[in-house]
Antibody, heavy 123, light 108 residues
Framework: QAQLVQSGAEVTKPGASVKVSCKAS????????ITWVRQAPGQGLEWMGW????????NYAQKVQGRVTLTTDTSTSTAYMELRGLRSDDTALYYC????????????????WGQGTTVTVSS | EIVLTQSPGTLSLSPGERGTLSCRAS???????LAWYQQKPGQAPRLLIS???SRATGIPDRFSGSGSGTDFTLTISRLEAEDFGVYYC?????????FGGGTKVEIK
């Protein structure tokens, strides 16, 4: 069955960068997009962006645009989220999820989720 | 950006009762691309409903979604003990995709 497995927890300092991986299995990777959502401690869900795994096109939320880069390695069915210039308010649980898209538009909810990766930013 | 406002903030219900969760959008959601998720403590969200009213694979039929435009509803027809958690609505009709603040469902 479809599954997304994320890399382990990260502890990093303000101003540094972090790169989280999300490995897909159980389905054809390039047919579905990958989106990233984060959740600060005790807070709700915040969408960060998504990547079309077929052509590499990306769409980022304005709040993180310029600091985030989404990429994929289709040879290993793995998606990556790199966040630069980390601040304390980037401390959160980061999720990847699978999306269905057509003609550049997401047209379904996020149906498969990774287990989440905790990123802690602290001096 | 479309702002989604969920109400109530908390819903306390007994098993067997009916629960109604509301999600109101600040502007019309394109194509009624509105989803509902359930999140339990320590777990990733789980997709319940897409397209305002289509149940995701494996979701029990006691969960139903309705609405269009700016007003959407998730109904749990007969609450079961396992239905506790926080429920989020999300619109994916226009960028940026946005989530509501959540409704916490407590079991009495």
């Amino acid at each position: 069955q479809a599954q997304l497995v994320q890399s382990g927890a990260e502890v990093t300092k303000p101003g540094a960068s972090v790169k989280v991986s999300c490995k897909a299995s159980g389905y054809m990777f390039s047919i579905y997009g990958i989106t990233w959502v984060r959740q600060a401690p005790g807070q709700g869900l915040e969408w960060m962006g998504w990547i079309n795994t077929y052509n590499g096109n990306t769409n980022y939320a304005q709040k993180v645009q310029g600091r985030v880069t989404l990429t994929t390695d289709t040879s290993t069915s793995t998606a990556y989220m790199e966040l630069r210039g980390l601040r304390s308010d980037d401390t959160a649980l980061y999720y990847c999820a699978r999306v269905t898209s057509e003609k550049g538009r997401i047209y379904n909810g996020f149906d498969v989720w990774g287990q989440g990766t905790t990123v802690t930013v602290s001096s | 950006e479309i702002v989604l406002t969920q109400s109530p903030g908390t819903l306390s219900l007994s098993p067997g009762e009916r629960g109604t969760l509301s999600c109101r959008a600040s502007q019309s959601v394109d194509f009624n691309y509105l989803a509902w998720y359930q999140q339990k403590p320590g777990q990733a969200p789980r997709l319940l409903i897409s397209g305002a009213s289509s149940r995701a694979t494996g979701i029990p039929d006691r969960f139903s979604g309705s609405g269009s435009g700016t007003d959407f509803t998730l109904t749990i027809s007969r609450l079961e003990a396992e239905d506790f958690g926080v429920y989020y609505c999300q619109q994916y009709g226009s960028s940026p995709l946005t989530f509501g603040g959540g409704t916490k469902v407590e079991i009495k």
